[in-house]
């Protein structure tokens, strides 16, 4: 009797077919000439499709530089350096990074293919090599959001460790990890130099679009409330003045009057009451019309900075309709702000005010958006490809005699019951 562990028990209808080890090792040696051959066709078809459609993975890490979009200071009589000391004081950061909210609003903007064809269009790069790929990995299932990740300053490995975060911390998104496969070292190292740069380009200029949409109605609206002011203190001065006159009249009536400034204003009993001399009450409304005065030259000064300023935004606005680059928005300003200033008084300091202003906020945002907001790490420039030619070997040698075994095995197997199976 055979041994059990040799013995393969096989019931085919009505019969019962034992097949032993040597049945399986007998066709596997007489084919062993043609399991070599297949798995050296299947090792040479895995190494020549490695070697010409092979990859190389370059990397970086694109950083924010501070807070986007970038704060404005809105109390201009508030220095910074104090507001900063307080913060400090308190234990509290300034908030780096972009918050979950707004990120989630910029990555769907990057992610779409539209988006990236107008950023090539505008840089003119769609004769780069490896673009076309970059325009594939768009339109493929993942999307581009497999290349571009964001980074936290906190990760779930970190809340493990840290039972408490520290206190006046945030876990905005601080940067942008890049990956990218391409056909060369080269190729994959500047397609994602490319990525990190369209990236912060298309949060450039959703953050402009943003602002300049509401920036010159509220402009607009600003100027016609400065108007009503200066309308109402108007009305007022012309009222004080009618009464100054009225109270000069009285005073030249009553010369005595004129001594009692010195004593007391104000004398109230239960039943009577005694007014202000006419000199007092003529002081305060010459005060009250010097005060009047101020506020409709204040009020005019700054309705004429907001219209300059209306100028401003309107020919900024008309460039980010030109153009779909932020990139190209940001090096713009300063040729608008130069056309707009060009035909006004600098000397006068109401005008010299605006220009210093928008020239601060542009150099801000350029240091912050270009200069500051950039690769610490990367793009790498890969030396192996992704996948090694020993990985290869290896799955192309197992698959090979996979296939081989699986081939002979099913042809002996049909050579051996075909007369059955026909019946």
């Known amino acids: 009797m055979q041994k059990q562990n040799n013995v393969l028990d096989i019931k085919a209808g009505n019969?019962?077919?034992?097949?032993?080890?040597?049945?399986?090792?007998?066709?596997?040696?007489?084919?062993?000439?043609?399991?070599?051959?297949?798995?050296?066709?299947?090792?040479?078809?895995?190494?020549t499709w490695a070697s010409l459609f092979k990859t190389y993975k370059s990397e970086g890490f694109f950083q924010f530089?501070?807070?986007?979009?970038?704060?404005?200071?809105?109390?201009?009589?508030?220095?910074?350096?104090?507001?900063?000391?307080?913060?400090?004081?308190?234990?509290?950061?300034?908030?780096?990074?972009?918050?979950?909210?707004?990120?989630?609003?910029?990555?769907?903007?990057?992610?779409t293919s539209e988006r990236f064809n107008e950023y090539l269009q505008d840089k003119n790069l769609f004769s780069v090599p490896g673009v076309e790929s970059v325009l594939q990995t768009f339109a493929s299932r993942g999307g581009i959001s497999r290349?571009?990740?964001?980074?936290?300053?906190?990760?779930?490995?970190?809340?493990?460790?840290?039972?408490?975060?520290?206190?006046?911390?945030?876990?905005?998104?601080?940067?942008?990890?890049?990956?990218?496969?391409?056909?060369?070292?080269?190729?994959?190292?500047?397609?994602?130099?490319?990525?990190?740069?369209?990236?912060?380009?298309?949060?450039?200029?959703?953050?402009?679009?943003?602002?300049?949409?509401?920036?010159?109605?509220?402009?607009?609206?600003?100027?016609?409330?400065?108007?009503?002011?200066?309308?109402q203190n108007k009305m007022r001065l012309t009222e004080y003045r009618r009464r100054a006159d009225e109270l000069k009249q009285i005073v030249a009536r009553n010369p005595t009057a004129a001594g009692q400034g010195t004593r007391q204003v104000v004398e109230i009993k239960e039943d009577t009451a005694r007014f202000l001399p006419p000199a007092t009450l003529l002081t305060t409304t010459e005060v009250q019309i010097?005060?009047?005065?101020?506020?409709?030259?204040?009020?005019?000064?700054?309705?004429?900075?907001?219209?300059?300023?209306?100028?401003?935004?309107?020919?900024?606005?008309?460039?980010?309709?030109?153009?779909?680059?932020?990139?190209?928005?940001?090096?713009?300003?300063?040729?608008?702000?130069?056309?707009?200033?060009?035909?006004?008084?600098?000397?006068?300091?109401a005008v010299k005010e605006v220009f210093n202003m928008i020239t601060v906020d542009n150099q801000t945002a350029i240091n912050l958006y270009l200069n500051k907001s950039r690769f610490i790490a990367g793009p790498t420039l890969p030396v192996q490809p992704t996948i090694g030619l020993g990985s290869v070997l290896i799955a192309s040698l197992i698959a090979g005699l996979a296939l081989s075994l699986l081939l002979i095995l099913g042809r002996n197997w049909w050579h051996n019951n075909r007369t059955l199976l026909s019946r």
């Not at 596997?28 to 070599?36: E, F, G, T």
């Not at 404005?72 to 900063?84: A, F, H, I, L, R």
């Not at 400090?88 to 990074?97: F, I, T, V």
């Open 65 to 111: 530089g501070g807070p986007i979009p970038m704060v404005v200071e809105k109390n201009k009589d508030k220095p910074v350096e104090k507001d900063k000391e307080k913060k400090a004081e308190k234990g509290e950061e300034p908030s780096l990074g972009i918050t979950l909210s707004d990120f989630k609003r910029y990555a769907a903007a990057y992610s």
């Open 147 to 231: 290349a571009i990740l964001p980074v936290y300053p906190f990760t779930k490995l970190d809340a493990k460790d840290l039972m408490e975060q520290p206190k006046g911390s945030n876990n905005n998104v601080i940067g942008l990890r890049i990956e990218y496969e391409g056909s060369s070292p080269a190729i994959a190292q500047q397609m994602v130099g490319i990525l990190g740069r369209y990236a912060m380009d298309t949060i450039v200029y959703l953050i402009y679009s943003d602002t300049l949409r509401f920036k010159s109605e509220e402009i607009r609206t600003t100027i016609t409330e400065l108007d009503s002011s200066i309308i």
């Open 15 to 47: 019969t019962t077919e034992l097949i032993t080890l040597s049945d399986l090792l007998t066709p596997i040696l007489r084919a062993r000439m043609a399991i070599l051959a297949i798995t050296l066709f299947v090792m040479a078809c895995a190494l």
């Open 290 to 349: 010097a005060e009047a005065n101020e506020a409709i030259l204040k009020a005019k000064r700054s309705q004429f900075q907001n219209q300059l300023l209306l100028e401003y935004y309107g020919r900024v606005r008309a460039m980010l309709d030109s153009t779909k680059s932020g990139e190209t928005v940001l090096r713009g300003l300063e040729p608008v702000k130069e056309s707009v200033f060009k035909s006004k008084n600098m000397q006068d300091d």
